[in-house]
């Protein structure tokens, strides 16, 4: 079996995350070019393993495919999931987001982005071509939902989310965890974005797996 799989998020870049990039197949929506085509070719990528991780847009996107998905893995780590974006977010900033990209280019915007997600030192590079992609996935965020049903299985999920989160409310995986029956909440020391340290001890401890053995 293999490790499994990383879902990111939105600009999402596996140079936020050097050591799980390498371990698992690293996913970014659409950013990658096998991906272009939606949902369908990430359920043909994600083939199974010993873990699914997902990340805020990954996440959702693995919420609405979990039917499929979920099976493929012995454990699921969904951090800060949401059910639907415009619930908590006003579509209008979204769209100022969307206005912003297309106006300027992504890296102002993915870096105003990541900025509100917590993160510190060095930033990834946005390559200006991915700007298209990053607008596509703007856009699928004012009009995808994720419908789940109360006590769907969630017995192999452990759901993460950090306590300073500004991008995406506590209030969201606490919806999904409330419809996930026996899946586990976690608060972190986080903002949006969940620290590379934090999720290999998450993994470590979810799999037993000596890969996941943080670093630091």
């Known amino acids: 079996m293999t490790l499994g799989a990383f879902v990111s998020g939105w600009a999402?870049?596996?140079?936020?995350?050097?050591?799980?990039?390498?371990?698992?197949?690293?996913?970014?929506?659409?950013?990658?070019?096998?991906?272009?085509?939606?949902?369908?070719?990430?359920?043909?990528?994600?083939?199974?393993?010993?873990?699914?991780?997902?990340w805020s847009t990954g996440a959702h996107m693995v919420l609405r495919l979990r039917k499929t998905l979920f099976p493929r893995y012995r454990r699921v780590?969904?951090?800060?999931?949401?059910?639907?974006?415009?619930?908590?977010?006003?579509?209008e900033t979204v769209r100022a987001m969307l206005d912003s990209l297309l106006a300027e280019g992504p890296q102002r915007t993915a870096r105003a982005f990541y900025r509100n997600c917590g993160m510190r030192g060095a930033l990834p590079e946005v390559p200006v071509e991915h700007g298209p992609a990053?607008?596509?996935g703007l856009e699928y965020l004012l009009t995808s939902r994720a419908v789940l049903a109360l006590d769907e299985d969630g017995s192999r999920v452990r759901i993460l989310h950090g306590a300073s989160d500004r991008i995406v409310p506590m209030q969201a995986s606490a919806h999904v965890a409330g419809l996930l029956s026996g899946s586990w909440?976690?608060?972190?020391?986080a903002?949006?974005?969940?620290?590379?340290?934090?999720l290999l001890a998450v993994l470590h401890e979810e799999t037993g797996c000596d890969a996941f053995q943080p670093r630091g």
């Open 12 to 54: 999402g870049y596996g140079a936020l995350y050097p050591v799980l990039s390498e371990l698992l197949d690293f996913v970014v929506p659409f950013v990658d070019t096998d991906l272009e085509q939606g949902e369908e070719n990430l359920v043909r990528r994600l083939t199974g393993g010993e873990v699914l991780v997902a």
């Open 77 to 91: 780590v969904l951090a800060a999931p949401f059910v639907a974006f415009y619930d908590y977010v006003p579509r």
């Open 134 to 136: 990053l607008a596509a």
């Open 185 to 189: 909440r976690s608060l972190i020391d």
């Open 191 to 198: 903002g949006h974005f969940v620290p590379e340290e934090t």
